[in-house]
Nanobody
Framework: QVRLVESGGGLVQAGESLRLSCVAS????????MGWFRQTPGKEREFVAA?????????YYADSVKGRFTISRDISKRTAYLQIHSLKPEDTAVYYC???????????????????WGQGTRVTVSS
């Protein structure tokens, strides 16, 4: 079992930066892929970024965030991060952390392939 807790969201102005954190409990942090998704009301959960170690490390990004978002993780702290630069109003959303246990294949950008989810952290970007 893996429990995920996100933090770091808040109200920021366009152009500013944020770093979201996701702390994972359990003994399998080194054996899981981590992903970040975001969701706004009335829309489907949208892939943002993912990181795994299959023949890697590997990082994956949605085209809409490449160059502004950076995913990383610190296994010793059981924490995954999402660094966001040059925030835009359209980045406003609830950001969710997700974990995928190694053992079966997955598509990093497919939310249904992840096994565990955090409760989300809200990011609001004002113009």
């Amino acid at each position: 079992q893996v429990r995920l807790v996100e933090s770091g969201g808040g109200l920021v102005q366009a152009g500013e930066s944020l770093r979201l954190s996701c702390v994972a409990s359990g003994d399998t942090f080194g054996s899981i892929a981590m992903g970040w998704f975001r969701q706004t009301p009335g829309k489907e959960r949208e892939f943002v970024a993912a990181i795994d170690d299959w023949n890697g490390p590997n990082t994956y990004y949605a085209d809409s965030v490449k160059g502004r978002f950076t995913i990383s993780r610190d296994i010793s702290k059981r924490t995954a991060y999402l660094q966001i630069h040059s925030l835009k109003p359209e980045d406003t959303a609830v950001y969710y952390c997700a974990a995928k246990l190694y053992g079966t294949g997955y598509f990093p950008d497919t939310w249904s392939h992840y096994d565990y989810w955090g409760q989300g952290t809200r990011v609001t970007v004002s113009s």
